[in-house]
């Protein structure tokens, strides 16, 4: 099962808030990669480790829950930063 992101953009666009991605930031809070016009990232092949969600399960996650908890988690984690977006 691949990760159900459906391609907000949210995360990509708050890198400002997660020490993990702060370096992203491109001066607004959004990421440097962040293509503004197709909401999609430019480097997505070549993303880094901490925006590839299987990565990121496989390296501190698996011991701890499953595939499935773990997008479970994510997808509420996402859909709470999107709905912090639209409120500020
Ligand atoms: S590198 Fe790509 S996937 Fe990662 S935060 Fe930037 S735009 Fe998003």
Redesign the pocket.
């Known amino acids: 099962m691949d990760f159900p992101c459906t391609k907000c953009?949210a995360?990509?666009r708050n890198?400002h808030l997660a020490e993990q991605?702060r370096t992203?930031d491109r001066g607004d809070g959004c990421?440097?990669?962040?293509?503004d016009t197709s909401k999609?990232?430019?480097?997505?092949d070549s993303?880094?480790a901490?925006?590839r969600v299987d990565v990121q399960f496989t390296l501190h996650y698996q011991s701890q829950m499953s595939w499935q908890q773990f997008c479970e988690l994510n997808v509420a984690a996402c859909s709470q930063l999107a709905q912090w977006e639209q409120q500020k």
């Open positions: 953009g995360c990509c890198v991605t992203l990421c440097m990669h962040y293509d999609l990232c430019r480097i997505y993303r880094p901490i925006c």
